[in-house]
């Protein structure tokens, strides 16, 4: 295996910019997992499905073109909410499996974020961060990028989406939102996207370190 970041952590976190920066940084390709539970959740509504029936959902997740997860409805507020109803289905989840391992397999490397990354689809990954900051400043930050899609949500319909898609993610039966025990745990609470990158980029730095001399 080649240099894997795996980054779990709650909705609004960080994570995925914090991926992408990551990337650009060290010439890695990023996939963004949650894009995946999003596009399944928005076919199965296109489809007049029932988000909540495992079946129905487990057969969209097997027909999701990976090649095809950019689409602007994957990120909006009702995407994020339709993701994390699929999402417990552990039926979705292993339709979904090899294709994250296969992704996390590329030489010579890549990152991963998402919600079990670390625990369950590379638990063999040598770097894992677990990146969280309180409800409040998830929700500021969301707020601000969902105000810019023109979407007019208040600030506390947004913290109610997190507060109860947290609830759900850690809740769950099938690979919940927990820590790995040996990720490192990076609170961005206090910290703009610049900081949160710098403190970021100095975890992983030193798992190379370790990784490149083992
Ligand atoms: O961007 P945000 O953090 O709001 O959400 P996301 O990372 O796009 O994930 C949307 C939903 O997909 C989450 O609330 C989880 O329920 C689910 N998800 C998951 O179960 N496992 C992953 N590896 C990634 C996302």
């Not at 997740?61 to 009702?78: K, V, W």
């Not at 409800?135 to 319909?157: I, K, M, S, Y």
Request: aromatic letters at 4%.
């Amino acid at each position: 295996m080649g240099f894997v970041i795996a980054i779990d952590g709650p909705a609004a976190s960080g994570k995925g910019s914090m991926a992408v920066r990551l990337g650009k940084a060290l010439c890695l390709p990023v996939l963004d997992t949650g894009l995946l539970y999003r596009a399944v959740g928005v076919a199965v509504e296109q489809a007049g499905g029932d988000l909540d029936d495992e079946t129905q959902s487990a057969a969209a997740a097997a027909r999701l073109d990976l090649d095809d997860l950019e689409s602007e409805a994957f990120r909006t507020r009702g995407a994020g909410e339709a993701a994390s109803r699929v999402a417990v289905h552990p039926a979705v989840r292993a339709a979904l499996l090899d294709a994250q391992r296969r992704f996390a397999a590329r030489e010579p490397g890549a990152i991963l974020d998402g919600r079990d990354i670390g625990t369950v689809i590379v638990p063999e990954a040598p770097c894992k961060l677990f990146v969280t900051a309180t409800p409040e400043t998830r929700a500021r930050r969301r707020h601000l990028q969902l105000r810019a899609q023109n979407d007019p949500v208040t600030f506390e319909a947004i913290l109610d989406d997190i507060r109860r898609r947290d609830t759900r993610d850690a809740d769950r039966a099938a690979a919940p939102l927990r820590r790995a025990e040996d990720a490192a745990l990076l609170d961005t609470t206090d910290l703009d996207i610049d900081a949160a990158f710098d403190a970021a980029l100095r975890i992983v730095e030193a798992s190379r370190g370790r990784w490149e001399t083992s």
